[in-house]
């Protein structure tokens, strides 16, 4: 049987990235607080700009100084270091939507809930679990750096900081293939097309009488 064909897809792809991080430790932050569903309360706002809505602003519209993503220098966050549970509830497709508008290319967290980490794969963000003391390091290290960037590197599975040890992680190496290589669930099952083939072709040899039924 031959190999399947690895070649590039057309969804969007994921290798390295260089961005500064965001510290957002708040546990089970769920999708009516990353992406509320409904119109906003305060007109004019963009798909990035609503994001974590609740948390951001206050009730008379104006920026809450103490969320983290209305503070120099997260205000231009790439990677976002969260709590444990991020991503659950009713619109996880919404929450991921918004953090790529807002420019999220990175959520490491303890866990998440599962489609909000589908949907996550399916537009090209890395959502990468890490135990919860190393992600209190980064988020140290982020406090104590603020604006310099931070690398988080897919193809060799290393997060590196200046000054720290390179962080190893590993991903589900499906998970990983379809990143680095832009895959959608289509282009994925595409790969196989050689492989079903040549199974049918086996098969049809092994049992003709199957293929040759007349109906």
């Known amino acids: 049987m031959r190999l399947p064909t690895v070649s590039g897809g057309s969804g969007p792809r994921f290798a390295r990235h260089v961005g500064i991080a965001a510290p957002f430790l708040l546990c089970n932050v769920d999708s009516d607080i990353i992406a509320p569903i409904g119109s906003s309360s305060i007109s004019g706002l963009s798909a990035g700009e609503r994001v974590f809505e609740p948390l951001r602003y206050l009730s008379d519209g104006s920026e809450n100084s103490d969320f983290v993503l209305n503070q120099e220098p997260y205000r231009n966050a790439s990677i976002l270091l969260a709590g444990e549970n991020f991503g659950t509830g009713s619109a996880p497709e919404s929450a991921v939507t918004r953090l790529v508008a807002f420019g999220i290319r990175v959520v490491i967290a303890p866990s998440f809930g599962s489609v909000f980490h589908s949907d996550c794969v399916a537009s090209g963000m890395l959502a990468m679990s890490l135990g919860e003391e190393v992600i209190v390091g980064l988020a140290d290290w982020a406090g ?40 959608n669930d289509l282009d994925e099952m595409l790969q196989h097309t050689e492989n079903v083939r040549a199974l049918r072709d086996e098969d049809r040899k092994r049992r003709p009488w199957i293929y040759d039924r007349r109906t």
């Open 144 to 183: 104590a750096n603020p604006g310099v960037g931070m690398l988080v590197d897919l193809e060799q599975q290393t997060i590196e900081c200046s000054g720290m040890e390179p962080i190893s992680f590993s991903i589900d190496p499906r998970i990983r293939n379809k990143l680095l290589l832009g895959l």
